[in-house]
């Protein structure tokens, strides 16, 4: 009985160096594929084709991230998912490659390979979207406590890196503008998506600076919340009263703040392009910083 209990433990610890093992090879591969420029090294397709995977074809890419009830709770569910979604794709062929990067779940999902569930006279684009979707499956494990978000993007090129700035940077947004706990096409986040797929984010930071610079330098200087006053007077769709419940600040205090913006930008609120103006101006700046 103790031998067959030594050789049980035994074969766990080599199924499970195994896996860590084949993790690790594929997180590597992950991060040349990412950290690569426009062209793919031959000796990165050769290390894909010994593990299974086609690089010489398109991918789409999946972002996906998981937020548990605790800290310690994202960060184990994040590695029981990364295995999950692992052994979802294992049966494809080409396999698609899975890897954590960067403290998310990265799936570049080969183009052609129809996902479970889906119509096989399918788009490309279609396939992303059902890919993600098995992919948010895995995530969640169907728990209830856990909330993952994921993003999809397929690109008109085979620059891995940059495809995966736009996914990542969709994510990132769609976890902070209530797209939160769902699969997010560059298409749901509107204008926000189109920009996201410019290659230069300090473009967009250069056009957000022209209006918000005096605002910036001033909260800079004087450890204020004009940019922050600026967002939720716009996000209350210019309601005072509202503006001040979600700062938790007197309406006295937002009507103030409000002056010295107009003083500082020569603005005025009352004016429709000034409102698309500084809506602007906050969404280029959320793009350029959660883009980079």
């Not at 499956?137 to 406590?145: F, I, N, P, S």
């Not at 330098?217 to 004009?226: G, N, P």
């Not at 939720?232 to 103030?256: C, E, F, G």
């Amino acid at each position: 009985m103790e031998h067959a209990s030594i050789v049980v433990a035994l074969e766990l610890l080599r199924l499970r160096t195994g896996v860590e093992v084949e993790h690790r090879l594929r997180g590597e591969l992950m991060a040349d594929l990412l950290g690569s420029g426009d062209v793919i090294e031959d000796q990165v397709i050769r290390r894909g084709e010994m593990l299974g995977h086609d690089f010489t074809r398109p991918h789409v890419v999946i972002v996906g991230a998981i937020v548990g009830p605790s800290d310690r709770m994202t960060a184990r569910g994040s590695q029981r998912a990364l295995a999950a979604v692992a052994e979802v794709v294992r049966s494809y062929q080409p396999r698609p490659l899975v890897a954590m990067y960067r403290g998310t779940i990265v799936v570049l999902w080969p183009t052609g390979v129809v996902p479970e569930g889906a119509d096989t006279e399918t788009g490309a684009d279609d396939e992303g979207t059902h890919a993600a979707h098995l992919v948010r499956k895995a995530l969640t494990g169907r728990r209830q406590d856990i909330e993952a978000t994921v993003a999809v993007h397929r690109g008109h090129h085979d620059n891995y890196a940059h495809v995966y700035r736009t996914a990542r940077g969709a994510l990132n947004i769609a976890q902070h503008t209530g797209h939160s706990d769902s699969v997010v096409t560059l298409g749901d986040l509107g204008i926000t998506g189109l920009l996201l797929q410019l290659d230069d984010p300090t473009q967009l930071l250069a056009f957000a600076d022209r209006t918000l610079l005096p605002l910036l330098e001033y909260d800079r200087k004087h450890d204020t919340d004009l940019v922050r006053t600026v967002r939720a007077y716009l996000d209350s769709r210019l309601n005072r009263p509202d503006t001040a419940q979600a700062l938790h600040i007197h309406v006295n205090t937002v009507k103030q703040r409000l002056r010295r913006i107009e003083q500082l930008t020569g603005a005025d609120f009352g004016d429709a392009g000034t409102v698309v103006q500084f809506s602007t101006a906050l969404t280029l700046r959320d793009v350029a910083s959660l883009a980079t």
